[in-house]
Nanobody
Framework: QVQLVESGGGSVQAGGSLRLSCVASGYSSSTNYMGWFRQPPGKEREGVATIGIGGGRSYYADSVKGRFTISRDSAKNTVYLLMNSLKPEDTAMYYC??????????????????WGQGTQVTVSS
């Protein structure tokens, strides 16, 4: 069983930055990726960024490439999402997730078994 706790959300003006953190506890031998998803108001949850636990390879949604950076600190069991040049359309509840992810779809929500409670990010224009 894996527990995930996010922090770091808040309100920021467009162009600003935030760093989200996700601390993982527990263990699952099948978990190979940890990632961030977001759900804007009235929309479906979408993948933002994900990183391999073993090799550390990362993948990003096109909408955040060049602005967001996912990283991990294995010693602290923590994954971070550094968000720069934030836009109003980045406003959403951000969720940390972990699971056994296949190469065919790194943002398949069904592959992520464990989820955090979410942290709100609000970007004003």
């Amino acid at each position: 069983q894996v527990q995930l706790v996010e922090s770091g959300g808040g309100s920021v003006q467009a162009g600003g930055s935030l760093r989200l953190s996700c601390v993982a506890s527990g263990y699952s031998s099948s978990t190979n990726y940890m990632g961030w998803f977001r759900q804007p108001p009235g929309k479906e949850r979408e993948g933002v960024a994900t990183i391999g636990i073993g090799g550390g390879r990362s993948y990003y949604a096109d909408s955040v490439k060049g602005r967001f950076t996912i990283s991990r600190d294995s010693a602290k069991n923590t994954v971070y999402l550094l968000m720069n040049s934030l836009k109003p359309e980045d406003t959403a509840m951000y969720y940390c997730a972990a699971g056994s992810v296949g190469w065919w779809d790194y943002f398949d929500r069904n592959s992520y078994r464990y989820w955090g409670q979410g942290t709100q990010v609000t970007v004003s224009s």
